[in-house]
Nanobody
Framework: QVQLVESGGGVVQAGGSLRLSCTAS????????MGWYRQAPGKQRELVAS???????LYTDSVKGRFTLSRDNGKRAAYLEMNSLQPDDTAVYYC??????????????WGQGTLVTVSS
C-alpha cells in the first residue's frame, strides 16, 4: 500500500517553531514532487510549499522567509521547518506527493493530516 505518514504537529505559542515530517512508503519507483498543504477552519486547502524533482521549491507568500521545505530522497521524506509561527498559521497540515507507482502509474498521495495550533 502506497501511503504518506506525517508527524510533528502540536500546539505552540506565537513566535515559536515546529517541524513537520512526512515519509512515503510502499511500491514507489520515483517521487516527482513532495510538499505540504494546509487547511484552516472554514477555508479552502492551500499550498504551503512544494519541491519538484528539479529541486525547485514553491512557497506561498505568507510563509516565505519563515518556513523551509527540505527533502531526503533516500528516505522518501519531506520536512517542513516552521519558524516565527503566527495564529494565522493554525491549520491542519497535509503532506502531498506525486509519485510513480510500481507500474509507472502516476499517483497523487495525501497524508492523514496533522494539526498545528498557534496560540496568541
Amino acid at each position: 500500500q502506497v501511503q504518506l505518514v506525517e508527524s510533528g504537529g502540536g500546539v505552540v505559542q506565537a513566535g515559536g517553531s515546529l517541524r513537520l515530517s512526512c515519509t512515503a512508503s510502499g511500491s514507489i519507483l520515483s517521487i516527482n514532487a513532495m510538499g505540504w498543504y494546509r487547511q484552516a477552519p472554514g477555508k479552502q486547502r492551500e499550498l504551503v510549499a512544494s519541491e519538484n524533482t528539479g529541486g525547485n521549491t514553491l512557497y506561498t507568500d505568507s510563509v516565505k522567509g519563515r518556513f523551509t521545505l527540505s527533502r531526503d530522497n533516500g528516505k522518501r521524506a519531506a520536512y517542513l521547518e516552521m519558524n516565527s509561527l503566527q495564529p494565522d498559521d493554525t491549520a491542519v497540515y497535509y503532506c502531498h506527493a506525486e509519485v510513480h507507482g510500481s507500474g509507472w502509474n502516476l499517483l497523487e498521495l495525501w497524508g492523514q493530516g496533522t494539526l498545528v495550533t498557534v496560540s496568541s
